[in-house]
């Protein structure tokens, strides 16, 4: 399956999450871009995040989260070999 641009737009969110701390979050503002507040939406409906408007990872999103960061420094080159 391809990415399409609602994926792009979720991956894109989900790496902005902070990985060092389950006590840190974000908020996706009405006033943001259309594409991140569906996505966020979309994200918690999939129970990647706790709030429709982003809040915190669940286990799940914490997954998400680490692989999409290592598919982002892969693809960068931003990875040792």
Excluded at 10 to 21: C, G
């Amino acid at each position: 399956m391809p990415y399409n641009a609602d994926l792009v737009h979720e991956m894109n969110l989900l790496v902005k999450f902070p990985m060092h701390s389950d006590l840190e979050g974000i908020k996706v503002h009405s006033d943001a871009a259309p594409e991140m507040v569906a996505a966020a939406q979309r994200l918690y409906a999939k129970g990647l995040v706790t709030q429709e408007d982003g809040g915190y990872l669940t286990y799940s999103g914490h997954q998400a989260v680490e692989h999409a960061k290592s598919v982002l420094r892969i693809l960068t080159g931003k990875v040792a070999v």
